[in-house]
């Protein structure tokens, strides 16, 4: 009885899997905020949260891809050419919201594009979406003759949509990190709380066993990269009402501030697991980095440096794991 009563209070006061990510931000936020006290300004780190909320969106949503054993590397480009479309709709009189829904169905629409090829042709969605990002990448190009959209009528800008995400209405905390951690919620119930989440974690796992237990690992794969393009779609039009432009470069330079946030996190690439709070925790810590190296008043380009030594460090710690894991067993 009380070995019974020993193990139910161990696993009563286990600790959440996202522990250590948090430990690792409270100690990187602190170090700056020593070396830069200003950094530690509510209204400093809520503008850090408000620039690095699409990305951690985005990170949120990868999750389920990593979980699943796939990458993506189009959802930058899905973005784009999902704000460019939501932009030129607008000027060319579409109702704000239709023009929201459009790129968000553009969105989806390229998520399932990807997911249908990857399934049809038998690769891995790493190397169907090396090229489908070149090709939305091109797409968006064409759309927006290499130019930046920018809606500059009064009855667009002065509209709620870009009036509550460009901060023109008073919040104490920016709308964006709002609708941002509301997804998030659903997301990881998504993920961890139903059967379309236990599939895929299922498959992550063991591809072959999941489908000899009669999982359609197929349709699947192409919902989860539909909902991949959906969610890079939200983040298209939250980028368009938040900065009020798209230029031709936007979306380009997320894959590995977005990749970095989701493995920081604690999501293994390996596959069969996976943490969608943990992502958004792994995208403050990019964020920190990032913006922590201004603030210290070094160059910015060596916050790519020190992101990609934290994801080496992170993938190591996850390798020392699960050997550890596999010698126990």
């Keep these: 009885m009380s070995s019974v009563a020993k193990g139910s209070r161990k696993k009563r006061f286990k600790l959440p899997e996202e522990t250590s990510v948090v430990v690792a931000l409270i100690v990187l936020i602190g170090i700056i905020g020593a070396l830069r006290p200003t950094f530690l300004k509510p209204t400093n780190l809520l503008n850090l949260g408000a620039s690095y909320a699409i990305t951690a969106l985005l990170a949120g949503c990868i999750v389920f891809l990593l979980s699943m054993g796939e990458i993506d590397l189009s959802f930058g480009w899905i973005l784009n050419l999902s704000a460019v479309l939501a932009g030129l709709a607008m000027i060319a009189g579409v109702p704000i919201w ?90 990881h119930l998504t993920l961890h709380k139903t059967r379309f989440g236990y599939r895929i974690l299922a498959i992550g796992s063991n591809p072959e066993a999941a489908r000899l237990a009669g999982i359609p690992t197929k349709k699947i794969k192409i919902q989860v990269c539909a ?15 938040f900065r009020g432009a798209v230029d031709p470069s936007t979306g380009g330079q997320l894959l590995l501030p977005v990749v970095a946030a989701a493995i920081i996190g604690g999501t293994p690439l390996s596959g069969g697991a996976g943490t969608v709070w943990g992502s958004l925790y ?12 201004v603030f210290i008043g070094i160059n910015a380009v060596w916050g790519t440096l020190v992101t990609g030594l934290v994801i080496l460090f992170a993938i190591g710690v996850d390798q020392i794991v699960r050997v550890r894991k596999k010698r126990v067993s």
């Design 98 to 187: 239709i023009s929201v829904m459009l790129g968000i169905g553009a969105g989806t629409i390229m998520g399932a594009l990807n997911g249908l090829l990857t399934v049809v042709m038998r690769l891995p969605l790493i190397i169907i979406t090396l090229g489908t990002a070149s090709v939305f990448q091109g797409i968006s190009l064409i759309s927006n003759k290499s130019g930046s959209v920018v809606p500059t009528d009064e009855k667009i800008t002065g509209h709620l949509f870009f009036r509550a995400l460009g901060g023109d209405i008073d919040s104490p905390v920016p709308i964006i990190l709002i609708i941002v951690i509301v997804a998030f919620f659903i997301l």
């Design 227 to 241: 909902l991949m393009g959906a969610v890079s779609g939200v983040g298209g039009v939250l980028f368009l009402g």
């Design 282 to 293: 792994g995208a403050m810590i990019v964020g920190a980095i990032g913006v922590g190296v």
